[in-house]
Nanobody, 130 residues
Framework: QVQLVESGGGLVQAGDSLRLSCAAS????????MAWFRQAPGKKREFVAA????????YYADSVKGRFTISRDSAKNTVYLQIYSLKPEDTAVYYC???????????????????????WGQGTQVTVSS
């Protein structure tokens, strides 16, 4: 059974940096796509970044390019989201997600929608004060 456990969220000030972690277990993830989504109060869950475990390609939402970096530690089966220059609008619950079929062959032009993902973590809250 696949389990995803996020950690690293908290209350930070604008301009700070933060690294979120997603520890994955219960499967061999070499063919998976791993992603981070976020959901602010009253808003839809939105794609932030993704990593294709099979070929190492990364994908980012336009709104976070240049400030967010997704990476992995294969030995630990852990995916990270490094966030720089945090802004109050980054305040949200951040979720880790996994797609067993990998990044390719999604229904759209990429795996940017929550329904494409099979597994979800419980989320970690990030609150950015101004």
């Amino acid at each position: 059974q696949v389990q995803l456990v996020e950690s690293g969220g908290g209350l930070v000030q604008a301009g700070d940096s933060l690294r979120l972690s997603c520890a994955a277990s219960g499967s061999t993830f070499s063919s998976y796509a791993m992603a981070w989504f976020r959901q602010a109060p009253g808003k839809k869950r939105e794609f932030v970044a993704a990593f294709s475990w099979s070929d190492g390609y990364t994908y980012y939402a336009d709104s976070v390019k240049g400030r967010f970096t997704i990476s992995r530690d294969s030995a630990k089966n852990t995916v990270y989201l490094q966030i720089y220059s945090l802004k109050p609008e980054d305040t949200a619950v951040y979720y880790c997600a996994a797609r067993a079929a990998g990044w390719y062959y999604c229904s759209g032009y990429g795996c940017y929608e929550p329904f494409e993902y099979n597994y979800w973590g419980q989320g970690t809250q990030v609150t950015v004060s101004s």
